[in-house]
């Protein structure tokens, strides 16, 4: 069993998209580690704000198949794969860290995941593994978190069960 961390976000109805991600990450999965959900603005593209967080899992698939699984979960729950890029989107999946490896694949299967520079992955990160060691610069994810410019992207601790924002 691989021990995977990842990064969830939406921008388009995300307490609905994100329950419901997590409903299906957990019956697939099992027991589930998840981080509180916070509020950030959109990266890389104008757009409405995103609600991200964390999940922490085992599972037996590799990390290949682990990304097409959760392909098909963005999928079953609206995501366009025929826009640009960057993007709104009604549900985001990526794999931040499979165990200690580090993977430049198909699919825009990048393990670790760029994104771990950015508030609104590494705070997630951080509440939920602190004591993770990032595979590359061998950091702690509390002392990476510690270590941010939190006043360069804010975040806001937000409730998934809150009206849609």
């Known amino acids: 069993m691989a021990r995977v961390y990842l990064s969830l976000g939406s921008n388009m109805q995300p307490q ?19 981080s509180p959900a916070y ?9 409405a704000d995103f609600i991200n967080l964390a999940v922490g899992l085992d599972t037996e ?4 198949a682990l990304n097409e699984w959760l ?11 025929d826009v640009p890029r960057f993007h709104d989107r009604t549900l985001d999946i990526d794999i931040v860290f499979y165990d200690d490896r580090v ?7 990048q393990i670790p995941r760029d994104e771990i520079r950015h508030a609104f992955v590494l ?7 602190p004591d993770f060691f990032h595979p590359v610069s061998g950091v702690r994810m509390a002392d990476l978190w510690a ?8 975040l806001h601790a937000v409730s998934l069960d809150q009206p849609s924002i």
């Open 71 to 81: 392909h098909a979960l963005e999928d079953r729950h609206g995501r366009r794969r």
């Open 39 to 47: 509020l950030s603005k959109a990266v890389g593209f104008d757009g």
């Open 61 to 64: 698939l590799s990390p290949e």
């Open 103 to 109: 993977i430049d694949g198909p699919g825009h299967l």
């Open 16 to 34: 609905r998209y994100l329950s419901a991600a997590l409903t299906e990450l957990r019956a697939r999965f099992g027991d589930i580690a998840a």
């Open 123 to 129: 705070r997630p990160m951080a509440d939920i593994a």
């Open 147 to 154: 270590a941010f410019p939190k006043a360069l992207e804010p």
